[in-house]
C-alpha cells in the first residue's frame, strides 16, 4: 500500500465508508471526449453562451453551468437536454463496465464487520440500478446517492453530505474511497477523509495540493490495512 498516512497511524478508524463508482468499483468506460462535445453543443444549440465556462471544462463544469441557468430560469429545458446525454453516455458505459478485482468481496466484508456502506457518484440513476442488478451488487449499499439526487456533482460536497446524514454517521467519521481529483475534492469540502485508489480517472501527483489519507493501489488493502 501507497501512503502518506495511515489510518492507524493518525489514530482515527472510520465508522463508514462511501465509495465512488466509475473508475472506482468499476472499470472508467465514460466516453469524456464524445460525451463533453455534445453537450457544449446542446448548450450552444439553446440559445446559450459558452464565455462563462471554462476554456477547457470538465463534464462537472457543464453540468453545473445548466444547473446554474436552471435556477435562474424556471422554464429552461437546457437541464433536461444536458441529463439525456449524460443518459446516453452513462448507458454506452454500462455496456462496458466490469467489476474492479476485489470490488464485491471488499464491500461484503466490510458490510460484515458491522460498517455502513455508501455508493455517491456523478453517474445517473438509471445507469447506476442497471449496473447493481447486472454486477450482482444489490443489497450491498445501505446508500446510494447519483447526480440525479442533487444540484451539483462533486467536487461539491453536496452528494457526500446527503450519503452521510443517509447512513446517519458524522462525515468526519467516514471514509470516502474514489478515483479523481473531484473525488479527493468532495471530501475535503465535506469534512471527510479520503482515500484514492490508482488507475481510474485521474493520477495524483506529488504536487497536488490536497492530499489522500491512504493511496491503494486495490480495494482489498481496505480490509487487510
Known amino acids: ?5 495511515n489510518s492507524r497511524n493518525l489514530g482515527w ?13 468499476v472499470t472508467f468506460e465514460w466516453n469524456l471526449k464524445e460525451g463533453m ?23 462537472v463544469n457543464i453540468h453545473d453551468y445548466a444547473s446554474e ?35 464485491k468481496s471488499t464491500i461484503k466484508k466490510l458490510k460484515e464487520k458491522g460498517f455502513p456502506v455508501g455508493l455517491v457518484t456523478n453517474v445517473g440513476s438509471n445507469a447506476i440500478e442497471g ?10 449499499f445501505d446508500s446510494v446517492i447519483t447526480r440525479n439526487d442533487v444540484r451539483r456533482l462533486k467536487p461539491s460536497p453536496e452528494s457526500l453530505h446527503l450519503a452521510s446524514k443517509a ?12 478515483d479523481s481529483f473531484d473525488d479527493i475534492g468532495a471530501a475535503r469540502a465535506a469534512g471527510m477523509k ?12 506529488l504536487e497536488y495540493p490536497y492530499k489522500p489519507i491512504i493511496i491503494i493501489n486495490s480495494l482489498e488493502e481496505l480490509i487487510n490495512n
Open 131 to 140: 449496473a447493481i442488478n447486472t454486477l450482482g451488487l444489490e443489497n450491498l
Open 37 to 59: 462535445a455534445a453537450m457544449l453543443k446542446g448548450i450552444v444549440s439553446s440559445g446559450y453562451s459558452l464565455e462563462k465556462l471554462k476554456k477547457t471544462p470538465s463534464y
Open 194 to 205: 479520503c482515500c484514492f485508489i490508482k488507475g481510474g480517472q485521474d493520477i495524483v501527483h
Open 13 to 25: 478508524r472510520p465508522k463508514a465508508y462511501l465509495f465512488d463508482f466509475e473508475g472506482t468499483l
Open 1 to 5: 500500500m501507497d501512503k502518506k498516512e
Open 69 to 103: 441557468i436552471k435556477e435562474q430560469n424556471k422554464e429552461s429545458t437546457i437541464m433536461d437536454i444536458i441529463n439525456n446525454i449524460f443518459d446516453q453516455f452513462d448507458a454506452d458505459a454500462l455496456t462496458r463496465w466490469s467489476l474492479n478485482p476485489c470490488a
Open 167 to 178: 447512513l446517519k454517521v458524522n462525515p468526519d467519521s467516514v471514509l470516502f474511497i474514489g
